[in-house]
């Protein structure tokens, strides 16, 4: 599943207003080539909807959740479907639940001592928060002495700087509103969400040199 996501290079992350906007989405969102959809817990019902993606896209999404503070909302989330579990910060407990379950842990960071620290606890990926302050050479800066890790920054991701956070050497980026804005949201334009899509899905290959 890890392959399946590092390979677009881009997880979507999703706040929606509800479970059926979701599945429009993340119709949309595989169409154009994503197919790593983030359920934030700050979405309505959001163990629901993610039961509801699950079970409708099966292997063709790998769907995740987002925003998770404790490990009975892993442990609630993986048993409704997720393949992923995100968090804005480090909790070992979360990650534990998630390595047990024989999910993909993604922990939040922000320090080379936290993310470190978070890598050594048994993080997959660890996620650079927030990124916006810290800019793409923060991941180039963090991986010369640290080679192994494996980062991707969420916060500040947009179309124009994608590729360089992964030219600096993320294996994907998280991208919320530059990806589904509210705007297409709101008047349910899932060709433009689909546009989009490919268009990050693009920029990511072209800085890959593919």
Same mark, same amino acid.
């Given at each position: 599943m890890l392959d399946l996501i590092v390979e677009s290079g881009v997880v979507a992350v999703m706040r929606a207003p509800s479970a059926e906007m979701l599945l429009d989405i993340s119709q949309a969102l595989l169409a154009g080539g994503v197919p790593a959809i983030e359920v934030t817990m700050t979405t309505p019902k959001a163990i629901s909807a993610i039961e509801k993606l699950a079970d409708k896209f099966g292997d063709q999404a790998v !769907?995740?959740? $987002?925003?998770?503070?404790?490990? /009975?909302? /892993?442990?609630?989330?993986?048993?409704? #479907?997720?393949?992923f579990v995100v968090s804005p910060v480090l909790d070992r407990q979360v990650i534990e639940t998630t390595r047990r +379950? #024989?999910? *993909?842990?993604?922990? #939040?960071? @922000? &320090?080379?001592?936290?993310?470190? /620290?978070?890598?050594?606890? #048994?993080?997959?990926? !660890?996620? !650079?928060?927030?990124?916006? =302050?810290? $800019?793409?050479? +923060?991941? =180039?800066d963090l991986l010369a002495p640290l080679p192994m890790l494996k980062l991707t920054p969420t916060g500040g991701v947009d179309l124009k700087n994608a590729g360089e956070w992964i030219k600096a050497g993320a294996v994907f980026v998280g991208v919320g509103s530059a990806l589904v804005s509210k705007d297409a949201m709101s =008047?349910?334009?899932?060709?433009? *969400?689909?546009? &989009? /899509?490919?268009? @990050?899905?693009?920029?990511?290959?072209?800085a890959r040199g593919r």
């Open positions: !769907v995740g959740v $987002g925003t998770v503070l404790d490990a /009975a909302t /892993a442990r609630d989330a993986i048993a409704a #479907g997720a393949q +379950y #024989g999910k *993909i842990s993604v922990p #939040g960071a @922000f &320090t080379p001592t936290e993310i470190l /620290a978070a890598w050594s606890a #048994g993080a997959d990926v !660890v996620k !650079v928060f927030p990124a916006t =302050r810290l $800019g793409p050479e +923060y991941i =180039r =008047r349910h334009d899932w060709p433009a *969400i689909t546009a &989009t /899509a490919k268009a @990050f899905v693009e920029a990511i290959r072209t």
